[in-house]
Structures are given as structure tokens and as C-alpha cells.
Antibody, heavy 117, light 110 residues
Framework: EVQLVQSGAEVKKPGESLKISCKGSGYRFTNYWIGWVRQMPGRGLEWMGIIYPGDSNVRYSPSFQGRVTISADKSISTAYLQWSSLKASDTGMYYC??????????WGQGTPVTVSS | QSALTQPPSASGSPGQSITISCTGTSSDVGGYNFVSWYQQHPGKAPKLLIYEVTKRPSGVPDRFSGSKSGNTASLTVSGLQAEDEADYFCCSYAGSDSWVFGGGTQLTVL
């Protein structure tokens, strides 16, 4: 069974850094893109970017380029999303997804991030 | 890259059919047959319903169907059931290894 298990809820202050994780299991981690999707409270889904763990090739949405860093460690089947300096507007739920070519066929349970002073 | 346009809400009675639209541009929806649809129940992660415009993953009831005409994709839910009450999001490939989601439609089963 394919599973994506994300790290737990985070509460941070503006200006702090953060790295959340997504561990894949039940499939060959290096053969599928892993994407990150943001959902702000009461809002829709926003595609942030994707990474191919096999070669760490990364693509970012223009809306998130420069604001976040996506990475992966294929030796432990884990992808990451990180911020160097959080803002209150980064508050939201963050999902990792497995992209089977042209759609997100599996989703993590989500990591809620709250940024507040 | 602007979000795809979906109606914010839709509703129907049990047994009826409803269609949710998703409008983009020739750079996304109209340019590729890579539209997918997701269902999200409150407090849950989204679930893939439709991919490549019309295809259903195994386990998704055939009450859910997708189509596309020009720059607009559509999701039809036939034989509405109470458990179909959820948020629905479309997504399209937008070129250069990027994707864009719609704003979402809240479906109410009356």
C-alpha cells in the first residue's frame, strides 16, 4: 500500500525557520515526483512545486519560487519543504502528494503550520 | 499562473446529477489533456477522482465522470448521494513542469 506520512503540526514565530517532511513507503520512492500543495484556512489548493527524488530535479510555482525550498533524501525515502524565514501568511495546511505522471494519486495526511507572534 | 475558475458552490438533491465547471486558458486546460479532479471532505486530505480529463482510478464509482471542451473542463456527479457532499477541486498541467489548481467548489446535497 502506498503511504505518504508527514511530520506533525508546527507552531512558529515570524522570522523562524522550518522544515517539514514527507516519508513515502509502499512504492519505489525514486520513480515518482513528490509535490507540495498549500491550503490556507478555508481556501483552495495551491500547487507549490515538485521534486523528482531520483535526481533531485525541482520545479517551483512562480508564486513560491524563492520563498520555500523543496528537497529530498532518497536514502530514507523522504521529501522536505522548508522555509528560512516564516511569515504569518505562511499559516496553512501543507500536503505532500505523489504525482503519478499527470495527477496526484496519493496524498499525505497534511502538516498544519501556524505562524504567529 | 492564475488559479483555474470554478463556481464557489453547487447543490443538488439525492439522485440528481450535477456538473461542476473548471475554466482555464489555452495555456493550461485548453492546451493539454491533463486535467484532474479531487474530492475533499472536511478535515481530510484530497482524494483523486479523475485524471487525464476522463479516466477514473480504480475504486472511484462510475457516478463520477469528466469531460473537456476548449478551455473548460467539467466534472459530473450522477445519482447524487449524501456522501458526495464535499469540496471539489480541478487541476491542470500548465506547461514547464508546473500545475495549477482551481479555487474549489463546495457541493451540497440537499
Amino acid at each position: 500500500e502506498v503511504q505518504l506520512v508527514q511530520s506533525g503540526a508546527e507552531v512558529k514565530k515570524p522570522g523562524e525557520s522550518l522544515k517539514i517532511s514527507c516519508k513515502g513507503s509502499g512504492y519505489r520512492f525514486t520513480n515518482y515526483w513528490i509535490g507540495w500543495v498549500r491550503q490556507m484556512p478555508g481556501r483552495g489548493l495551491e500547487w507549490m512545486g515538485i521534486i523528482y527524488p531520483g535526481d533531485s530535479n525541482v520545479r517551483y510555482s512562480p508564486s513560491f519560487q524563492g520563498r520555500v525550498t523543496i528537497s529530498a533524501d532518497k536514502s530514507i525515502s523522504t521529501a522536505y519543504l522548508q522555509w528560512s524565514s516564516l511569515k504569518a501568511s505562511d499559516t496553512g495546511m501543507y500536503y505532500c502528494t505523489r504525482w503519478a505522471a499527470v495527477a496526484a494519486d496519493n496524498w499525505g495526511q497534511g502538516t498544519p503550520v501556524t505562524v504567529s507572534s | 499562473q492564475s488559479a483555474l475558475t470554478q463556481p464557489p458552490s453547487a447543490s443538488g438533491s439525492p439522485g440528481q446529477s450535477i456538473t461542476i465547471s473548471c475554466t482555464g486558458t489555452s495555456s493550461d486546460v485548453g492546451g493539454y489533456n491533463f486535467v484532474s479532479w479531487y474530492q475533499q471532505h472536511p478535515g481530510k486530505a484530497p482524494k483523486l477522482l479523475i485524471y487525464e480529463v476522463t479516466k477514473r482510478p480504480s475504486g472511484v464509482p462510475d457516478r463520477f465522470s469528466g469531460s473537456k471542451s476548449g478551455n473548460t473542463a467539467s466534472l459530473t456527479v450522477s445519482g447524487l448521494q449524501a456522501e458526495d457532499e464535499a469540496d471539489y477541486f480541478c487541476c491542470s498541467y500548465a506547461g514547464s513542469d508546473s500545475w495549477v489548481f482551481g479555487g474549489g467548489t463546495q457541493l451540497t446535497v440537499l
